[in-house]
C-alpha cells in the first residue's frame, strides 16, 4: 500500500529545479522477522531478539506482536518480560542478518549505484533521473519492495522524497509494509504540522530545550530566526534552521573502500546504565570484527564512539603495536576507553570502529615463542 501525504496547500515549500528522488528503505523489525522467517514455530508469537531476560540482556529487536505491550529496542529483557510474560527471547545471529543485509544491497544495486547503507536493515536511494519504471521514484520504491520480499521472503517499508530527512520521516510513516510519499507540493505543510521529536537530529533533550523556547512543531521552529537557533544550538542550529523550511542538502553517499570497520546501533531510549552500555559496545565490537574477518583484513586502532541524548559525541581510540587477533581481544581497551567517556548525559549510540588496516594476506604471521 502507498500513501501520499496530501494538504490543502499548493505553494511547494522549495524550489522546483533540480529537485533529487530519494528513496529511503527501512525493514519491518529486521531481526526479529528473520528469526520469525527461518523459524516458523516463532511466527505471530511476541518475539524479543536479545540477551538473558535474567541477567543484564538488552531487547536488540522486538516484533510487532511484543511491541503491542510496549517492548522497545534498548529496553532491558528483564522490563520487556515484565511488560509481556508471554515473551519468547532469542539470542542474536548477526551472520544470518549480515547475510540477509548483503541479499537486500545487492537488489538495491541493480537498480541504482547511490546506495547508501545506514546499517544492516536500512539505506538511502539516490534514483534521480533514472528513467526505469516511469521515472517514478514511488513506483521504484515498490519495485524494491516486491523484489526484497520475494527473494527475502522479509517485509520492508519505503520512504520517497526530495531529501534525506524527509525520506526518512516518510518510511515511517506507513510502516510495517508500505510506501508513503512526501511530494514538494505538501512538504510545507507537512513540515509545518511535524512535531519537532519528529525531525532528524533532534532527541528528547534538545527538544526539550526548543519547548522551553516556544517551539513544539515545524512551523514554530520556522519562525525561530537561524541566529538564536545557533545561538542556543551551535553548528546544529543552521541545520534546524535548514530543515524546518525543507532543505537537507546532505547527498547520497555511495559505498567506497573502506579506510576503517565499524558498527554501531541507535538505542529507541536512551541508556544510562553501564552494564547495559558494555553489552551493546561489546555487540557492536564483535559485529565490527566479523566484518574484518571477512574482508581478510586486521586492524591496530580500535576506536569507541558514543553519542549523547543531545547529540553531541565524544570518540576514544587506541593503538597497538601488533594487531586484534579476535573481538574478546579488544574488550580490555575498550573498556579502558569507556572509562576515558564523560558521563554527564544519557547515551543514544554506541559504536566500534577498526583502522589502520591492513589484508591479512600480507603479514607474516608472528611466531609464538613458546611454540
Not at 515484565?82 to 532469542?90: G, S
Amino acid at each position: 500500500m502507498t500513501i501520499h501525504v496530501t494538504t490543502t496547500n499548493t505553494k511547494p515549500a522549495v524550489s522546483q529545479s533540480n529537485l533529487r528522488k530519494i528513496i529511503h528503505i527501512d525493514m519491518d523489525a529486521f531481526y526479529a522477522s528473520v528469526e520469525q522467517r527461518d523459524f516458523p514455530e516463532l511466527r505471530g508469537k511476541p518475539l524479543v531478539v536479545g540477551g538473558d531476560p535474567n541477567g543484564r540482556g538488552v531487547v536488540a529487536a522486538a516484533s510487532y506482536e511484543v511491541r503491542k505491550f510496549g517492548v522497545r529496542s534498548a529496553m532491558s529483557c528483564y522490563e520487556a518480560r515484565k511488560r509481556c510474560p508471554e515473551v519468547i527471547f532469542v539470542p542474536p545471529r548477526f551472520d544470518v542478518y549480515r547475510a540477509v543485509s548483503v541479499e537486500i544491497r545487492r537488489i538495491m544495486h541493480i537498480l541504482t549505484p547511490h546506495v547508501e547503507p545506514l546499517s544492516l536493515d536500512e539505506a538511502y536511494l539516490d534514483v534521480t533521473g533514472l528513467s526505469v519504471h516511469q521515472g517514478s521514484a514511488t513506483l521504484m520504491a515498490n519495485w524494491l519492495r516486491a523484489q526484497i520480499l520475494g527473494q527475502t521472503g522479509l517485509n520492508a517499508s519505503a520512504g520517497v522524497s526530495f531529501n534525506k530527512m524527509l525520506a526518512k520521516i516518510a518510511s515511517d510513516i506507513n510502516k510495517p509494509n508500505g510506501t508513503a510519499v512526501i511530494t514538494p507540493a505538501d512538504a510545507d505543510a507537512f513540515i509545518s504540522a511535524l512535531p519537532i521529536e519528529r525531525f532528524h537530529g533532534i532527541g528528547k533533550a534538545t527538544a526539550k530545550r526548543l519547548h522551553a523556547m516556544g517551539v513544539s512543531n515545524g512551523a514554530d521552529l520556522r519562525r525561530t530566526p537561524a541566529a538564536i537557533l545557533v545561538n542556543e544550538f551551535g553548528k546544529r542550529g543552521q541545520f534546524y534552521h535548514d530543515i524546518a523550511h525543507g532543505r537537507d542538502e546532505r547527498a547520497v553517499k555511495s559505498e567506497r573502500t573502506h579506510k576503517s570497520v565499524g558498527s554501531e546501533t541507535t538505542f529507541r531510549e536512551n541508556l544510562t546504565d553501564d552494564n547495559e552500555l558494555k553489552i551493546q559496545i561489546y555487540e557492536q565490537n564483535a559485529d565490527a570484527f566479523s566484518q574484518l574477518h571477512k574482508k581478510q583484513l586486521i586492524a591496530y586502532t580500535i576506536t569507541l564512539k558514543v553519542k549523547y541524548s543531545d547529540f553531541t559525541q565524544v570518540t576514544r581510540s587506541h593503538t597497538l603495536s601488533t594487531a586484534f587477533d579476535s573481538a574478546e581481544s579488544a574488550h580490555f581497551w575498550l573498556d579502558k576507553l569507556f572509562l576515558d567517556i564523560p558521563r554527564t548525559l544519557p547515551i543514544r549510540l554506541v559504536g566500534v570502529t577498526f583502522s589502520s588496516l591492513t589484508s591479512a594476506t600480507q603479514v607474516t604471521p608472528q611466531l609464538n615463542l613458546f611454540e
